[in-house]
Every structure is written in C-alpha cells, then in structure tokens.
C-alpha cells in the first residue's frame, strides 16, 4: 500500500491542549506521516485555548477533568455518538492509540470488532505515577490495565530497547518495534548559550548552573531533586539552580528550592538557549520512556545527571556524556553533580561528547520507523491481500 492510499484512525489523551514531550511527539509523527500523502485524522479532548497549533484534522471528543488535582489533564468518555460516526465514515485501514485510558480502550474495541489493526505507542510509564501520590498499592492493577490493552494490539512501539523490556515484563507479548525520538539540532545547540540572559535571571558568569528542564509536576521527580541540592548545600558545593518549565507543583517546588532562578515556560528558540544556558542538566525523573529533555540538553552540549531508568540508559554513556545514578541514591546524585561542578574540564568533554552522541537523535529517522512498522502490520492482516491492499 502507497503512502497515499492509506487511512490513519490516530488516538490521543492529549493532542495539543497541554504542552508536553509526548503530544508534541505526536504532532511531530502526523505532521511526518501528511508530508509523505498519508489520510490522518486525529480523536482527541480538545480545548478553545490550545497550548500550541496541532498537525492535522483534529475531531473533539467529549471529556472529564482528570481527578486528583490534575484538572489540567482530561480523559475522553469513551467514543461517543459523533466522533464514532466520524471514525465510521473515515474508514481507517488502521488505527493507532497513544495512551491506555478510555478512549483509547473504546478505539481498540470498536477496531477489533471490524478487524482493522491497531498499533499502541507507549509514552510514559503510567504505572510510576501513583507513588508520587500516594497510591503505590494500585500499581499492580495499572500493571494489569497496560498488559491487557498492549495485548489487543497488533504492534505496540517503544521509544528504546529499556522500554520494550518493561513492557515484556509486564506480560506483554505483541511484536515490538522502536520509535525513538529526534532533536531539533538547529534549536538545541551550544551555540544558543547565551550569558546575558542568564545574567538577567541573576545567575553570574562564574556560577555553575544546575538546570532543571520540563513540566513542575511531582512524578518529574521534583522531590528527590529538592533533596540533592540540599545534601549539595549541606556539603558547601557553590552552584546555582535553573528552573525551565511550569506546572501545577511550581508553588512547592519554589518553595523547596527557594534560591532557583525560574525561567518559567519557554518555546522555540528561546527554549533553546535556556537549555544551552544550563551548564548541566539534572533528571531524576523515573516516569521517562525516552526522555526529550535529556536528548535536548545533550544537543546542546550540556552533560546531564539523570536517574539509571528508562528515559536514560538509552541515550547517556555513564562517565562519558554524564551520569548515570540509581534513582533513589541521593548520596550518588550529589557527588556525580559535585564532580561536574569542581571540573570545568569534564563539563565541556562530557557535554561536548553528549552534543555529538544526539546527532543520532533525527525525527525523519524515528518517524520513518513508525511508517515502516504500519507497513508491515498491514501486510499481516488478515483484511488485506498479500499486497497490502483492503479486500
């Protein structure tokens, strides 16, 4: 089958109406897929104000507010009446979900039903966020959710092999196939440094600046940093720390870490020269599939302390690019970012290592794959003739 002969049925939790790595993700993936002529329509919750402008033809489905203070967030009822008939008069060839929450269960059904096959892209790891909340006694039963719905897919995509083996751990036992992710090289580059600008934060050209990068929410791992910069205060190890991003925990975040400059959001080019600004990135973040924030940094030349978990071990070559430390080792996280603090020389050959390790990270590359892998669960089905095309 032609590019331009197939039809996409693309589900999402979240297309466009909050700003994070995975919707921007999947923008990037369909904006991909309508350059090389491929049918794409998009059900997703949608909002009047839109965090950025989405690739495609978007169809709103009705949705709640997120419960547990995460209203930012909406879960999709189902598939209701009107996006069902839009869905039906579509006709997809294939159907591909991106998160396990209602919608995306009702979009595996409704394409099971008519053997259309489904391909499930994993984002996140939804089966971490509970601890952070207080609720670690449900994560067998997410664990449970996730395997049952990656089971219905025909192929299910992971962003790095860490990942395909925590699915597989989790009784998974659909084909696998990767689809990393890519960096925009123009905007994450050493080059986008800028001292000025840091200067106007308050941060002085000879401060070491620990960056933090992403949305202020607490499965980003918010508290174990908090914890670290004061073992690094409590050890007398001069830094100063650069908050990028916003979120529903900035309050407590601020108030754990009250002596951090808060860029707040950034976009586009300046998003870039707040990362090349950083002089290393910390990401204790566990919840990390691929981990966008550390592939930016590194493209920008800035070496990254980041937990030894998914979203990580992927991308960084301990003692190389930066370090790796296991998530919960406070003791380790101080003495990696310490020894990169007192290093002027190892800050600049580890980042200058990392900005040519993400060179490998490119969009069409990654994008190409997930086509690739359409390809061959089309040719597989049981719908379509050995030429790929709908009998």
């Given amino acids: ?118 391909v499930a892209t994993v984002h996140t790891r939804f089966e971490t966020y509970f601890q952070y909340y207080g609720l670690s006694l449900v994560q067998p039963l997410i664990v449970a959710i996730l395997r049952r719905f990656y089971n219905r897919a025909d192929r299910v995509l992971v962003p790095t092999p860490s990942m395909a083996e925590v699915i597989r751990d989790f009784g998974v036992t659909t084909p696998i196939s990767l689809w990393g992710r890519g960096v925009n090289h123009r905007r994450f580059h050493p080059d986008a440094r800028d ?22 929410v607490l499965e980003k791992g918010l508290g174990v940093f908090a914890d670290v910069l004061a073992r690094l205060d ?33 976009s586009g080019d300046d998003l870039g020269r707040a990362v090349a600004s950083m002089d290393l990135l910390f990401n204790p973040s566990v919840t990390e599939t691929w981990g966008q924030v550390t592939s930016e940094a590194m493209a920008a030349g800035v070496p990254v302390v980041a937990a030894c978990a998914t979203g990580a071990v992927d991308l960084l070559e301990d003692g190389r690019t930066g370090f790796l430390v296991p998530p919960a080792d406070l003791a380790g ?16 050959a580890m980042g200058d290592a990392a900005h040519r390790r993400a060179q490998d990270f490119r969009w069409d590359t990654a994008n190409g794959a997930v086509l690739q892998a359409y390809r061959e669960v089309l040719k597989r089905s049981p719908t379509l003739n050995d030429a790929g095309e709908a009998v």
């Fill in 1 to 118: 089958m032609n590019p331009s002969e197939l039809r996409v049925a693309f589900f999402s939790g979240n297309y466009n109406y909050v700003r994070d790595g995975a919707n921007q993700a999947q923008n990037l993936l369909v904006g991909y897929l309508l350059d090389q002529g491929v049918q794409v329509r998009v059900y997703s919750p949608t909002t009047p104000t839109p965090a950025f402008e989405a690739r495609g033809t978007v169809v709103d489905v009705p949705a709640i507010p997120m419960p547990g203070g995460r209203g930012e967030y909406k879960l999709g009822r189902g598939l209701p009446t009107r996006p069902r008939r839009d869905l039906e008069a579509f006709d997809p060839h294939l159907v591909h979900v991106s998160a396990p929450e209602f919608l995306g269960h009702a979009a595996v059904t409704w394409a099971r039903r008519r053997g259309v096959p489904v």
């Fill in 234 to 266: 409590a050890l007398g190890v001069r830094h100063r720390v650069l908050v990028v991003g916003k979120g529903p925990a900035r309050d407590w975040f601020a108030g754990r870490v009250p002596q951090a400059a808060f860029a707040g959001f950034q």
């Fill in 195 to 216: 001292l000025a600008w840091r200067r106007s934060l308050g941060i002085a050209d000879d401060e070491v600046t620990i960056g933090f990068l992403g949305r202020l």
């Fill in 333 to 348: 996280y101080a003495a990696a970012i310490a020894r990169l603090i007192a290093d002027p020389a190892l800050r600049a």
